[in-house]
């Protein structure tokens, strides 16, 4: 199938290496008629952009998109959208001596079993490269979810053992732009900062969580059995790299609960359907149900290190790699765009799949 | 896309209700040739059968399947498996007085928002008597990785706070179904069987977790970028009822490790490539490596309890209720099977699509 | 993929051998809250049933249908429905001695070749007896058009020599059911039976056309490029079997026209938007215009003749057969609900598509 | 659903419109370690090129590509190859007239019904542009098939009364290239031009036929019942512009024959099993033979006329037009490779997924 195709009626199929001609996407399925707001997109990679602070790869990319079609007068035209994004800072040279390595943790030996060929160069299409087109995908799904009122809003909860541990309900989310870290709590991300520096300095990596909340999201979106707003929701951040995690709502600590503390008892506010608590998460039987949804994912530390590693090579021969690529010591900062994109581009696809329903 | 569909060559689609006529479904893609061992399917099916043990439900289904096509002397045709398996033991009349109820932490709501109607008997298709088909699925799925010598196992490993600590290459997997809670530790299991008693007792239920694991994946299986082998196992999980959260490999605790302790390092075994550690879980962007392929699912408590709670009718007035349904205290001993057979019908697909590769 | 559903929103999955237990299929994404209309399910199976009249097989199949699922108390419940016909008069011992022939212009050669198995009972999957549940899924479709006031309706064309000249415009369609060919030209109508009895004394069968009409289709259903209305609707009908060709609006007879001829002019008829002429057939540019869709399917003889036939069998020898098993003489009468069932799918699947466009 | 999307395991997504930055697509599901031969990708363009002769427009697009991905030191990688090309010779001024006028039998109307917005120039995305993206992915899918020996070769069989009567075994098939027309029968190729010349000088425009071949088929490619080879192939061929029909094999001859004169009985010949005949098309039952597959299609004369014609605008106001727009007198000589090319993508489609079938 490829594996490159992401979503149902709103998608996405994107291409690219790391260090080929370009990246970019085609979304099919955006309905007609949507004012695109290009420096809305561009802010979106911004976000995610390579060299934005200190604690990122020092690889720089100004990463400017060049739509190609699809759009007329500054509106949707129904058609697929596609888009491009030239890679311009490529070091390939860095790589040339690990054209034959398979680096621990990485994709190299993967590719190389499961096609027998490999753009070694960066990784290829391993990359997290190519999450900038989830993530200008992702805006365009942000517009369709703005029209309904439907916010998508994520933030760094974890890094090594710093931990944000107040519930998603408890900071305030406005700061969360406001340190590189993109965490909402600002002694939080301090102490955030300085693991990274500190891991950085000893060109090492290390991991985190997300945590990401889809406010305004109107009861009634999933589809029953296979494809629960749920199941969706984790496949989409499972898809992207470095994601070992994935829970919503009360998540892995349901498994201690019991069902009558578990259970969010529903009344009425005004009219308006609400359950007291929501350990739920927003989703019942793989359908909203109009309260928050809440989800965490957590993110490995990226394989890419500076340091001393045992690996083979394709001859399968033992060998020492030092690796001198440039990498993020912590990807969970620029992750954040990333991990929204993926949930608005989910919930715009089953925002229109809902109005199949009756 | 109605949702009832899983899978890419290796399909099944399922319908029925709680207490309609039949649940079952159909498997498209089911390669020709097969033998389909009847006994092995429905020893499947006594696994998750309700009524097996003094934990589970004491609705007693025998759960036995009619085939219906697609098999011709014992062997697959190539053509749609279709199978039934009739509801018998249905006490649709528990259910009267709940007919316009939305009951906590259920699907009632949802289902009625997103369709306007359902089917309020037995929870109707929201209820866990699906994934009867599911079992079925896995089970010839687990027929075609045989033939590949790939195995599907998984255990409880944790109710409410009794966790199963060892890592799962530690416990003697066989003794797993030596006990009614099907978990490989035998001092640990008598210590879930009695929380879950406990709980019963009190009219209540209780969380847990699973633990997967297969084996003799070949490297190469897994499609990159949007349908990564951990993105189609986790959307897989999260689609069983009941299922809150996924992780696999270091999952999370992977958030709080360094690049340098989590990276997987290669080297050779009597030319088998193989990892030192296996913190990747057997995926390496998005394919197998060849490890062992294993992960965690985090279970909710079951929402049937027979106690009092508030919750809301049709008309938003607030009623209290209080259950008279047959329901499990704990879901994760019958869920063993469910997530087997998810697991086995995303690596045969996977199998399948990977023929496609070179 | 299997092959064996159809549809993007509206889904059949079909499955069933010609003497296996059962037909039927699940539908999935049939909207919620349809009043299922059973008699007229029930009306337009009879119309498709064997041993209707003197011109049909004399395989006597009642064909009474089965629900299983999605159905509540006379409405869809938004979850899949799933149907089955059981197989009753399967006189499989007609087909002992075909076991190792492949006989001329069926499929038991090509599905040999493809599965290495196959069941040769009645020609096993490749049996148009799989089109009853096309032709339950047709129905259900139907009532979702009716809500929307659009009518498919279908009559033989030609059957051997016999043609009925007149455009679709012309004859009275009320009468198509009044004679057993369902032609609505009664004259001609007697012709074709006459065809069709001689041709069965032979042992023999003949070929014939089917002109289909879809009315009040409104303005907007198709998808650009590759899902044209034109191209889904060709696919639909393609799919049946013996169908050896498909025209819509002007249809072949284009290929002689200039654009000054062919050119359908607009004009505005109280406000509606009309074309002068319709060589367009109701479609441009793969989306319907408001004006009525025509199209024509040409039907090959059928394959099952009671005349001596050279060929061979499963160890590449030659052999001499002369089957015994009942047929029809010509397809056509029958196949008028088919053709309908396909098209009504088509068109339902996109007018729920339609609803994601704005 | 989009509809930009076509095939199964080798898929292209397209985009582009007529007039718009640029056309293209993205190939996914191309097997790892194909050699790609550019320049008989580029050769392939340059037979669909408009301007290439006096019989076709006169817009002048030298079409040459860029790749953007999935191909490294001159080999596929198995990951997305994407495409573009530029659109150079646009006089979209020719359209200003136009922007408010739906031209007669053209897309203008149904897009502005469908979407509410459409770009006017050119035809936008209904423009015949887009299967530039076409002829790329089917020149790709060429390769692929010509590593098992399978041959795709179409002609032009018929412009307006032009007919070459001959069976398709008949003419020297390596003519076909040698006269603009793409007719292999030297004689009625002049016919064919001198009509299309005189068309040309009239402003007018005229229909036509092709025929296509596909040799060296394997036995066993197709799908039983919906996807059977022949009804994806007509849906491949009814998605191309202008298209108005199909028929493969006996095709709508065959409604006037007898079962005893189509069947196609079957011998050996050397070990290899053939039929006699091949009425059949090459397919039974939906699933190749392993005979030449062939099938006629039918196209309409271009819409586009240099002629008065009476249509409306949007504001359902009577207008008379007369388009200056540059146009092909007739489509059939730059079809050729159209259809060529979604032969060749279904059958690299089928072909991939014949390996999951046992």
């Known amino acids: 199938m490829g594996g490159n195709t992401f979503g149902n009626i709103y998608k996405l199929t994107s291409f690219g290496e790391s260090h080929g001609a370009a990246v970019g996407g085609i979304i099919d399925g955006c309905p007609a008629g949507l004012s695109i707001d290009m420096d809305f997109i561009q802010n979106e990679l911004d976000r995610r952009r ?28 129904g058609t697929p959208i596609a888009f491009i994004i030239r890679n311009k800072d490529t070091r390939s040279s860095d790589y040339d001596n690990l054209k034959d390595i398979f680096r621990p943790s990485h994709a190299d030996y993967t590719y190389q079993k499961k096609y027998g060929i490999r753009d070694h160069r960066g990784g290829g299409r391993s990359s997290a490269r190519e999450t900038v087109a989830r993530v200008v995908a992702g805006a365009i799904a942000k517009l369709i979810l703005a029209k309904d009122n439907i916010e998508v809003i994520a933030y760094v909860s974890q ?20 340190n ?15 693991i990274i520096e500190e891991v950085k300095k000893q060109g090492d990596s290390i991991g985190g969580t997300i945590t990401c909340i889809a406010k305004n999201v109107p009861a009634g979106l999933g589809e029953p059995v296979f494809d629960k707003l749920q199941a969706e929701l ?53 359908i909203s149900n109009g309260e928050d949804i809440y989800f965490r994912a957590a993110f490995k530390p990226v394989a890419t290190i500076n340091k001393e590693q045992n690996t083979i090579n394709s001859q399968n021969q033992e060998v020492v790699i030092k690796p001198e690529g440039r990498h993020d010591p912590c990807v969970v900062p620029r992750a954040v765009p990333i991990v929204e994109a993926m949930t608005a581009m989910v919930l715009a696809d089953y925002l229109l799949l809902r109005r199949c329903d009756i």
Chains 1, 2, 3, 4 share one sequence.
Do not use: W
């Open 234 to 286: 984790g496949k989409a951040i499972l898809s992207i790299n470095a994601v070992k995690g994935f829970e919503y709502g009360s998540g892995f600590s349901a498994a201690q609960m019991k069902g009558s503390e578990h259970n969010d008892e529903f009344f009425t506010d005004n009219d308006r359907v609400r359950t007291k608590t929501n350990h739920s998460g927003g989703i019942q039987g793989g």
């Open 50 to 77: 390579p060299g934005q602070s200190d604690i990122t790869t020092s690889r720089s990319e100004k990463d400017s998109i060049e739509f190609l079609s699809g759009i007329y007068d500054g509106k949707s035209l």
């Open 180 to 194: 590189i870290v993109r965490c909402p709590d600002q002694n939080v991300a301090e102490q955030m900062v300085k």
């Open 159 to 178: 890094v090594g053992d710093v931990i944000l541990e107040k519930h998603y309900t408890k900071p305030d989310l406005s700061n969360i732009e406001n």
